[in-house]
C-alpha cells in the first residue's frame, strides 16, 4: 500500500529527475518505510532507518519453532532425543544421516544438518 508521494530535494543517480518520497506499507511490519522513487527511470531506494525498523518488527514476530522434548536413557551412559516427525519432514531428515552437535554453552545443544 502506497501513501501520498512528495517531490524531495534529491536526483535520481540514473536519470538525475527529482525523487518522490514515498511511504511504503511492508508485510508483517507496523511502520511503514520510506521509499525514494523516480518517475522518470523507475528507480527506487529505501531509507536505511525506516527499513531497519521494518525488519526488526518483522523479525520480532518470526517465533522460532520450540518443542518440549523429553531426553531418554539409551543404555549404560547414552541418552538420546526423538525428532519429532513434522520437523523430520520439514528438514527432510532421514535416519542414518550424519549431523554436527555443538555446544555453545551450558544452555544450548546445536544440531547442523551435514549437506552432501
Known sequence: MLKESKV????????SAQLKE????????????TSYQCGG?????????SMEKAISEIR????????KQK?????HDRLGMYINRDVAR??????????YVSVPDKNRLIVNLVHH
Open 41 to 49: 527511470c523507475g528507480y527506487f531506494d529505501f531509507e536505511g532507518k
Open 71 to 75: 531426553i531418554i536413557k539409551l543404555s
Open 90 to 99: 520439514s528438514l527432510n531428515l532421514k535416519g542414518g544421516e550424519e549431523v
Open 60 to 67: 520480532a514476530r518470526e517465533a522460532p519453532l520450540k518443542i
Open 8 to 15: 524531495i530535494q534529491m536526483k535520481c543517480p540514473k536519470c
Open 22 to 33: 514515498i511511504k511504503v506499507k511492508i508485510q508483517d511490519a507496523d511502520s511503514s518505510v
